[in-house]
């Protein structure tokens, strides 16, 4: 039996992220910090964000999806690490690395 470290959502703490994440981001000192959050917890977590930042006065942008994409293969690779024998965070890694390859569209 392969030995699985489970990697608990943050904000919810019932959901187990090591091969289902989703990028959001939070308030830390005025500065917006990456913050890895269940898909249960995605639109809550970026709705928090977003009402922290207008009360700081600062303006709400979306995350890039290629940025996003970035940090999911950061996460993914330190998982893998962690457990290599976990085919879940294999494949999950393959399809951020593939939808990460493909090219992005130029505007006509």
């Keep these: 039996m392969c030995d699985v470290r489970v990697t608990r959502c943050p ?50 942008e979306q995350r890039p999806i290629r940025e996003s994409l970035r940090l999911l293969v950061d996460f993914y690779t330190a998982r893998r690490a962690e457990s290599p024998d976990d085919p879940r965070i294999a494949i999950a890694l393959d399809d951020v690395e593939r939808r990460l390859a493909i090219a992005p569209v130029e505007p006509t």
């Design 11 to 60: 904000r919810c703490l019932a959901e187990d992220i090591s091969a289902d994440a989703h990028p959001s981001r939070r308030l830390v000192d005025g500065a917006a910090v990456p913050f890895l959050v269940c898909r249960n917890c995605f639109r809550a977590a970026e709705l928090e964000f977003r009402i922290a930042s207008d009360r700081v006065g600062l303006p709400y």
